[in-house]
């Protein structure tokens, strides 16, 4: 199946979106949200227990996405898993027909609906991500060999308005010498903002890189209020915050920000990820207006 990496540097601007596995077994809402997103998504991030609310495992969504003929990014997180699972689910997803993976710490127990589990957190990030590099040299980590190494896309994520923006670029040097390909962001929504946080991609010239920009459209004045308020590294400027307020449709206008900051970011990364919360329709108008080739 296709490399996310491989598809933005051949010049394609990409365009994934996110999909949370159901709390139980009935995949049907999922597959029929992503059949009718497929023309204009290339992949879709099947979420680990998004925000620590237990889910479906999202291997098994995964496998069904490549069934469809649907390119899956499966996300892992170290929360609930030891460095043992986490090498024993990397092989288990490669050999499903999984490409593309996503790899994080994950948010705390205390934040989701089991809020006594024990978290794990054996490995951070990018020591994740050096163990998927590990595997697919064909060795684990405890340097025994393996029967059959996997070939595996690794992303990881980063924050592009984090206040402090070297320490950022330094956390993303990090995960790219553990073996990071590609990286999807925290939501932008001020260009400007961006391009200072592009000029320091700079460092990753020739390293085979793409940084793949977060959108979540503004659903309303108490969502942009919230998410300044409380999301560390998003910025809603004041600006969008009344345009919603004095939209008659908060969609159609929501949905048309959304465009014209894809428009002004694409010569600045490789790919948008759009995250609708909750508004999948949005996506289809949102992808049109802002002029991306399909």
Do not use: W
Not at 163 to 186: I, Y
Not at 248 to 259: D, L, N
């Amino acid at each position: 199946m296709p490399k996310v990496t491989d598809l933005a540097l051949s010049g394609r601007f990409l365009v994934t979106s996110e999909l949370n596995p159901p709390k139980g077994v009935d995949l049907g809402p999922l597959l029929e949200t992503a059949a009718r997103l497929a023309p204009f998504v290339d992949a879709f991030n099947l979420t680990d227990s998004h925000s620590a609310r237990m889910s479906m495992a999202p291997i098994g969504a995964a496998r069904r996405l490549l069934d469809a003929g649907v390119e899956p990014i499966l996300q892992m997180t170290g929360r609930d898993r030891n460095r043992i699972a986490i090498q024993g689910d990397l092989l288990a997803a490669a050999a499903l027909g999984v490409s593309n993976v996503l790899l994080m710490g994950g948010d705390a127990p205390t934040q989701g609906d089991h809020p006594n589990a024990k978290a794990v957190f054996d490995l951070g990030a990018a020591e994740i991500i050096a163990a998927a590099r590990g595997l697919g040299e064909g060795r684990d980590l405890a340097g025994n060999s393996l029967k059959g190494a996997p070939d595996l896309c690794v992303g990881a994520v980063v924050n592009p308005g984090s206040p402090d923006l070297e320490t950022e670029l330094q956390r993303m040097a990090a995960k790219v010498e553990a073996g990071a390909r590609f990286f999807q962001t925290q939501a932008v929504y001020d260009v400007a903002a961006f391009e200072r946080f592009a000029k320091g991609l700079a460092r990753f010239d020739g390293r085979g890189v793409a940084v793949i920009a977060g959108i979540i459209p503004i659903k309303s004045v108490r969502m942009a209020r919230y998410l300044n308020a409380n999301v560390p590294g998003i910025d809603v400027p004041e600006p969008l915050i009344e345009e919603i307020a004095a939209a008659s449709e908060v969609a159609a206008v929501s949905a048309s920000i959304a465009a014209r900051t894809i428009a002004g970011l694409q010569p600045l990364c490789q790919g948008v990820h759009l995250m609708a919360l909750g508004q999948p329709g949005l996506i289809p108008t949102i992808v049109e207006q802002s002029g991306i080739s399909r």
